[in-house]
């Protein structure tokens, strides 16, 4: 049994579940929500997040074992298929209510994004348009915190705008580790056709543009601090394609640090996310 939910645990994608699910609690407080409705909002992405996370294993069971991924609890054995497939299936069931429970806009436009992650997991990922889900997820976790305020305002256009971008690079950063193995399996997203070294060099692109769009897009001149944002953005960025020889998964984790440093620039200067 401690078996099974360990082997859950592993195969939900746990790293991004955190992170995902942390930057959008955070969101969530720099727009002024109460702790109930940040506590709601947390659930939601959690639930949304964890079904994404075990559909992908589930569904890539048989490529993660001919490509000997030992790392993937489905295809070394440790579960089985079906439970995870159940695990999916069962977040998805509490996610529907708990995001529409944040408020009809506010719902829709995160079970939109749900379903674009569902559709990376069973088809987009092989196909030149794999960025697009991982744009809208994370353009929609602004919308889902601002939609969900009293009135349902509007997110502001910049704050989706650095989701996106912020989004395309998480795809690209979380790609790249594995291009060569999913190669060998068919699969042919956009870093795959890019290739990995004209994906390496465009991974910064999206990263330092979201932190300028943010430093830039706000009414009004920038704080002098806020100007070192972009460049800073930049730094992590190259940092983590400096390390990933040796940590695989540093440039993703460079890319969530961005992520990080931008809701920590919305939360230091106030300017919310409408
Ligand atoms: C807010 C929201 C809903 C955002 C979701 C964005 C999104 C499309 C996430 C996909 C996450 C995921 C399971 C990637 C695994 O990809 P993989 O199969 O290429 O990598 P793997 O081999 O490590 O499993």
């Given at each position: 049994?401690?078996?099974?939910?360990?082997?859950?645990?592993?195969?939900?994608?746990?790293?991004?579940?955190?992170?995902?699910?942390?930057?959008?609690?955070?969101?969530?407080?720099?727009?002024?929500?109460?702790?109930?409705?940040?506590?709601?909002?947390?659930?939601?992405?959690?639930?949304?997040?964890?079904?994404?996370?075990?559909?992908?294993?589930?569904?890539?069971?048989?490529?993660?074992?001919?490509?000997?991924?030992?790392?993937?609890?489905?295809?070394?054995?440790?579960?089985?298929?079906?439970?995870?497939?159940?695990?999916?299936?069962?977040?998805?069931?509490?996610?529907?209510?708990?995001?529409?429970?944040?408020?009809?806009?506010?719902?829709?436009?995160?079970?939109?994004?749900v379903g674009a992650a569902w559709a990376y997991n069973l088809r987009l990922k092989a196909t030149p348009l794999s960025w697009l889900p991982y744009a809208i997820g994370f353009a929609s976790l602004p919308a889902l915190v601002s939609l969900s305020l009293p009135g349902s305002p509007w997110p502001a256009w910049w704050v989706v705008t650095a989701g996106a971008l912020l989004g395309v690079g998480a795809h690209l950063a979380d790609v790249l580790p594995d291009i060569r193995a999913d190669l060998a399996t068919g699969v042919r997203g956009l870093p795959h056709r890019l290739g990995a070294t004209r994906s390496r060099l465009l991974l910064p692109v999206p990263l330092v543009a979201a932190s300028a769009v943010l430093t830039l897009g706000?009414?009004?001149?920038?704080?002098?601090?806020?100007?070192?944002?972009?460049?800073?953005?930049?730094?992590?960025?190259?940092?983590?394609?400096?390390?990933?020889?040796?940590?695989?998964?540093?440039p993703f984790v460079a890319a969530v640090a961005v992520a990080a440093l931008d809701v920590g620039l919305l939360t230091a200067h106030g300017t919310g996310v409408t």
């Amino acid at each position: 049994m401690l078996g099974v939910g360990r082997a859950l645990v592993l195969s939900c994608h746990p790293g991004p579940v955190v992170a995902v699910t942390t930057l959008t609690l955070a969101l969530a407080v720099t727009a002024g929500h109460g702790v109930g409705r940040c506590l709601l909002l947390t659930a939601a992405v959690l639930t949304g997040q964890l079904s994404v996370g075990w559909c992908n294993d589930a569904y890539d069971a048989r490529r993660d074992a001919v490509n000997g991924r030992r790392d993937k609890p489905v295809a070394a054995g440790t579960v089985g298929q079906g439970t995870v497939w159940r695990a999916a299936f069962g977040a998805l069931a509490l996610c529907v209510p708990l995001s529409l429970a944040c408020g009809a806009l506010a719902g829709t436009a995160h079970l939109i994004a749900v379903g674009a992650a569902w559709a990376y997991n069973l088809r987009l990922k092989a196909t030149p348009l794999s960025w697009l889900p991982y744009a809208i997820g994370f353009a929609s976790l602004p919308a889902l915190v601002s939609l969900s305020l009293p009135g349902s305002p509007w997110p502001a256009w910049w704050v989706v705008t650095a989701g996106a971008l912020l989004g395309v690079g998480a795809h690209l950063a979380d790609v790249l580790p594995d291009i060569r193995a999913d190669l060998a399996t068919g699969v042919r997203g956009l870093p795959h056709r890019l290739g990995a070294t004209r994906s390496r060099l465009l991974l910064p692109v999206p990263l330092v543009a979201a932190s300028a769009v943010l430093t830039l897009g706000p009414q009004g001149q920038p704080a002098a601090g806020a100007l070192l944002l972009p460049p800073a953005a930049g730094a992590v960025a190259v940092a983590g394609l400096l390390l990933d020889r040796r940590h695989t998964k540093a440039p993703f984790v460079a890319a969530v640090a961005v992520a990080a440093l931008d809701v920590g620039l919305l939360t230091a200067h106030g300017t919310g996310v409408t």
